[in-house]
């Protein structure tokens, strides 16, 4: 690449790079894909149960009513008829509501028992805020080997390469736990986002959640890629604590004993700071307390009395001499100052 085509090419870097301030936010269009076929998986599971309950149900009511009910005497079958008959309604019910998750799903989704459902995610970045300035970055770049007529491949297309290694997203969602007990995680070496569905059920705001996190942590990687930055996704490098990650582990950060040692010293979570203290999930957990916030906030916590700032307030920051509410705040203002700064100013634009 000869200069005056890396200025060109660093120009327009720098342009699509002035809309990651702030908030990074995942592709809505594959937010909505993944969590309608998600949601619809685990509604398709329930009516697979329910119906099962439902079989069990009809046929001791069959036997009930013929008298081949162990265990029941003539003056009882009425009162168990009519517990049968509730639980029957009951159950219905239930079925009637999964059945509109799944049905509201695009694609048809089989009722069956399943332990592991896997779809292919494909890349759809309509509507997404940072796709056109990204696209008007790769214009600028076709335009100048249209004018130079230069090879094509003279000057790096980092968008276009972004786009061909990300066509598709693996998913897999797990019932049970996932290593370490985690919701989901994102795993960039196979382009694989696990969901770890609990055997007693998720509701079904938090798998909303845990989908948002993951493919924000597919944004932060696609954006690394299309911007050539290793910083992209992550706050700004005054403020990182690059000491600190979540998957420590005593090879690569001997100074792992320290680090629990100071967090225990705070009153912290140890697993919990690590991971709120991580550069890469900066943004991703403070996503996921604004919704935690906005889902709360009508609720009436101790010292509040309703109160809007005060509801923050003890959110972020604490009161009457308590920690903030918030773990994901209390873990940056123990430990970084500055993070919490930010944190909080990202917070108070989130929630007005």
Not at 125 to 141: A, C, D, H, I, P
Not at 176 to 188: I, S
Not at 232 to 251: L, W
Request: with cysteine.
């Amino acid at each position: 690449m000869n200069g005056e085509a890396t200025e060109i090419a660093a120009d327009c870097l720098r342009m699509a790079k002035q809309v990651l301030g702030g908030m990074i936010e995942p592709p809505p269009a594959m937010v909505e894909e993944l969590t309608n076929w998600a949601l619809a998986k685990v509604a398709a599971r329930r009516v697979y149960l329910i119906d099962n309950e439902l079989n069990d149900l009809r046929r001791n009511r069959e036997r009930l009513e013929a008298g081949t009910f162990k265990n029941v005497s003539p003056e009882e079958i009425p009162e168990f008829l009519e517990r049968f008959d509730n639980e029957i309604e009951f159950n219905e019910g239930l079925r009637k509501e999964q059945m509109k998750v799944v049905q509201a799903s695009p694609r048809k989704v089989q009722i069956a028992d399943w332990k592991v459902a896997k779809k292919k995610l494909k890349l759809n970045l309509e509507g997404w805020k940072y796709n056109l300035r990204l696209m008007e970055s790769e214009l600028e770049f076709r335009k100048h080997r249209e004018e130079t007529g230069q090879d094509p491949n003279s000057i790096a297309s980092y968008f276009e390469h972004a786009k061909k290694q990300y066509q598709t997203i693996q998913v897999v969602m797990k019932r049970g736990k996932l290593r370490g007990g985690a919701g989901g995680f994102w795993k960039p070496g196979s382009n694989t986002i696990w969901i770890a569905v609990p055997e007693g059920g998720l509701r079904k705001s938090n798998l909303k959640m845990v989908i948002k996190h993951e493919l924000t942590h597919f944004a932060q990687w696609f954006l690394r890629k299309a911007l050539s930055s290793p910083s992209a996704g992550k706050p700004s490098k005054k403020i990182q604590t690059p000491d600190i990650r979540h998957d420590m582990g005593k090879k690569n950060f001997p100074r792992l004993k320290e680090v629990i040692q100071r967090l225990k010293g705070h009153g912290l979570d140890v697993s919990t700071a690590l991971h709120n203290l991580d550069d890469i999930e900066f943004y991703t957990d403070l996503a996921d307390e604004i919704d935690k916030y906005q889902r709360e906030r009508s609720l009436d916590f101790p010292g509040t009395d309703g109160d809007k700032s005060l509801l923050i307030k003890d959110f972020v920051q604490g009161i009457d001499g308590n920690p903030p509410r918030s773990r994901f705040f209390r873990s940056l203002l123990k430990q970084s100052r500055p993070k919490w700064q930010k944190a909080v100013k990202e917070f108070y634009k989130a929630v007005g």
